[in-house]
């Protein structure tokens, strides 16, 4: 059976997808398969991709109705225990990251690690409180491994056009109780030329977001959880982001603890 299938999702990326295909093709645990999708590029990707074509399970170059469009088609290709969406420009922290998360395949249906932006900035921050963390962020696409099994009878909403994988996260976690955990590992280096990174598009992920929130819960609910979100923020999120301090220390932390990490899966391996 194999343990991972990796989705590449691309359009007009050329240089990005040479990255992303490279650190794939570079790890040292080869027990996976590579799904790559693309968006009928006009800039070279498909001649970059049918030149990798050995490395590469499955791919097809073709017209899509968008990043959630191409997703699905991948997801349809899989055939791997765990899926991870590793989009063009998006690249593995390192050679070994498959052989360090292979250790923590236990069944568990979501497993979350960390992406770092601009090779130092932790993308997303591990919380607690999961309800609120996926309020006010979401787990990182490129960092998160999710069991087939929960696309049997899952596809991502096409037409939402930038958060149809945070929807996923509330039906799957919120309303349906999957299991999750996180886990230490650095997974990769998220591009950070994205449409949800895009500061233009903030006022549609938010009514996108509030849209899916409004589909799946009561207003009275939505209006206590957006109370609850607040106070949250106030208390605890928005005052570490503000202190540059509070900031550098539980960066300098997490940075320890996925080092620290690293050395344990590496010595549970050999």
Excluded at 113 to 133: F, P, Q, R, S, W
């Amino acid at each position: 059976m194999i343990d991972f299938s990796i989705i590449t999702v691309n359009y007009n990326g050329v240089e990005g997808l040479g990255k992303t295909i490279h650190s794939v093709i570079s790890q040292n645990y080869r027990n996976y398969e590579y799904i790559v999708i693309d968006g009928g590029s006009t800039d070279g990707s498909k001649q970059l991709i049918e030149q990798n074509r050995k490395n590469i399970t499955f791919w097809c170059s073709e017209t899509d109705n968008g990043i959630y469009n191409a997703m699905n088609k991948g997801i349809s290709h899989a055939t791997g225990d765990y899926l991870l969406f590793l989009n063009g420009g998006d690249v593995f922290h390192s050679y070994t990251v498959l052989s360090e998360v292979k250790s923590h395949l236990d069944g568990t249906d979501i497993i979350s690690g960390y992406a770092l932006k601009d090779n130092h900035t932790y993308l997303n921050i591990h919380e607690e409180n999961v309800l609120m963390m996926l309020l006010h962020s979401t787990f990182s696409h490129q960092a998160t491994f999710i069991r087939r099994e929960l696309f049997d009878n899952y596809k991502y909403d096409e037409h939402l056009k930038i958060v149809s994988d945070w929807e996923a996260w509330i039906d799957w976690i919120i309303i349906r109780n999957h299991t999750y955990k996180y886990i230490d590992t650095i997974v990769s280096d998220y591009d950070f030329s994205g449409i949800s990174s895009d500061s233009s598009n903030w006022g549609e992920i938010l009514s996108e977001r509030q849209y899916v929130l409004s589909s799946h819960f009561p207003a009275k609910v939505v209006d206590n959880l957006m109370k609850c979100n607040d106070f949250y923020l106030k208390t605890h999120y928005k005052y570490i982001d503000s202190n540059p301090y509070l900031k550098q220390l539980a960066y300098a932390i997490l940075k320890s603890i996925a080092f620290f990490g690293k050395l344990i899966n590496k010595k549970s391996i050999s």
